[in-house]
């Protein structure tokens, strides 16, 4: 299963372990019936459509956009109505 990331000894147990959509097909290929996963893992008879759709699942990517920009770090907080700056030296002498 060239589009399967994960080895059939260590595979998802529940949906919510599921990183993407092909983490679901090393547990149907473990469980379905071998005629019935070829039919399925072929495309249903169209492995032009099947092709087509996995190429365009590789277009798509997620970046991820946290320490986008680390010049500014501002790590204050409001709690409780009083504005905390950190890092704060002085925290527990304004600290009701």
């Given at each position: ?56 699942f ?9 320490l ?10 409001e ?17 009701p």
């Open positions: 299963m060239l589009w399967a990331p994960r080895a059939l000894d260590k595979l998802i147990s529940n949906p919510k372990e599921a990183i993407n959509v092909f983490d679901f097909e090393p547990v149907a290929f473990k469980n379905v019936p071998p005629a019935h996963f070829g039919y399925m893992a072929s495309g249903i008879d169209d492995e032009t459509t099947l092709r087509a759709n996995r190429e365009g590789q277009k798509f990517v997620l970046r991820q956009r946290r986008v920009d680390v010049s500014k770090v501002d790590m204050s907080v709690l409780f109505g009083a504005e905390i700056r950190l890092p704060d030296r002085d925290l527990a002498d304004r600290w």
